[in-house]
């Protein structure tokens, strides 16, 4: 069984910054892909970012340049460093883990960018 469990979300003024964190425990295969999607109201999920356990790293074009996502293989963990966060960012963020041929989902965080 894994569980992923996710932290950092929040309110925040547009321009300003959030760090989301999710941490995966159960069975994981090393070789994985962790990775951030976000669902607005209305909206389908979309991919935020990704990034393998070998270190390869994409991003969705809206983000590129102010969102940076980083790992820590040894403790399973993700993280996403948003910044110059703009008001459509505002979303639920979720983590996914990709581990052998199973995926897996977090609960789901809020962002919301508002003045």
């Known amino acids: 069984q894994v569980q992923l469990v996710e932290s950092g979300g929040g309110l925040v003024q547009p321009g300003g910054s959030l760090r989301l964190s999710c941490a995966a425990s159960?069975?994981?295969?090393?070789?994985?892909?962790m990775g951030w999607y976000r669902q607005a109201p209305g909206k389908q999920r979309e991919l935020v970012a990704q990034s393998g356990s070998g270190g390869v790293s994409n991003y969705a074009d809206s983000v590129k340049g102010r969102f940076t996502i980083s790992r820590d293989n040894a403790k399973n963990t993700v993280y996403l460093q948003m910044n110059s966060l703009k008001p459509e960012d505002t979303a639920v963020y979720y983590c996914?883990?990709?581990?052998?041929?199973?995926?897996?989902w977090g609960q789901g965080t809020q962002v919301t960018v508002s003045s």
């Open positions: 159960g069975s994981i295969f090393s070789r994985n892909v």
């Open positions: 996914r883990l990709i581990t052998g041929v199973n995926s897996y």
